[in-house]
T-cell receptor
């Protein structure tokens, strides 16, 4: 079965320190991978996407993610957290063979301490 | 604002009542998706349309749920005989034909069944 797992349900960082959100997927095929962010009372916003081009992907607000096929991972990082980064982050996988519907991980809630 | 809109944003209903939600996608997008998100979980796919055709339904979509997109523009999601387990955020997303894995989400409709 195809699935996506976010390894941490909660991450707490201090402002100005690095952020790492971990995501692994299971699939026999190379998927397209995304990270979405959800701020309270706001819609899901696309942070970045990987669609079989460069394995290091840069997104909005200083986030980036690296696709590692051998590890079936797509971890999200940011070198310096800002208070506005406090939100819930979802790793998302799309398998073209599955009709291009998004499959979401369980989410990681990020808390940023001043 | 030319993003995806959903109406209402919040709905409180009593168990057994019927409810209907509306989604207006980005105008040039021909694909429209419905997802459900329960507290502490990532969104789960319910169904999607390409123009007016409903192409796939998740097994999560019981017989009490029905979705339509009569003219290939806005869509409605109806839940009949609501149950407490239907309490969730219902999300709508749309995507263009050429980049259909890149979905843009609306703010969601939060349903509370009492």
């Amino acid at each position: 079965a195809q699935s996506v797992t976010q390894l941490d349900s909660h991450v707490s960082v201090s402002e100005g320190t690095p952020v790492l959100l971990r995501c692994n997927y299971s699939s026999s095929y190379s998927p397209s991978l995304f990270w979405y962010v959800q701020h309270p009372n706001k819609g899901l916003q696309l942070l970045l996407k990987y669609t079989s081009a460069a394995t290091l992907v840069k997104g909005i607000n200083g986030f980036e993610a690296e696709f590692k096929k051998s590890e079936t991972s797509f971890h999200l990082t940011k070198p310096s957290a800002h208070m506005s980064d406090a939100a819930e982050y979802f790793c998302v996988v799309v398998w073209r063979a599955a009709g291009n519907k998004l499959t979401f991980g369980g989410g990681t809630r990020v808390l940023v301490k001043p | 604002d030319t993003g995806v809109s959903q109406d209402p944003r919040h709905k409180i209903t009593k168990r057994g009542q019927n409810v209907t939600f509306r989604c207006d996608p980005i105008s040039e997008h021909n694909r429209l998706y419905w997802y459900r998100q329960t507290l502490g979980q990532g969104p789960e796919f319910l169904t999607y349309f390409q123009n007016e055709a409903q192409l796939e339904k998740s097994r999560l979509l019981s017989d009490r749920f029905s979705a339509e997109r009569p003219k290939g523009s806005f869509s409605t999601l109806e839940i009949q005989r609501t149950e407490q387990g239907d309490s969730a955020m219902y999300l709508c997303a749309s995507s263009p034909m050429t980049v259909h894995y890149e979905q843009y989400f609306g703010p969601g409709t939060r349903l509370t069944v009492t």
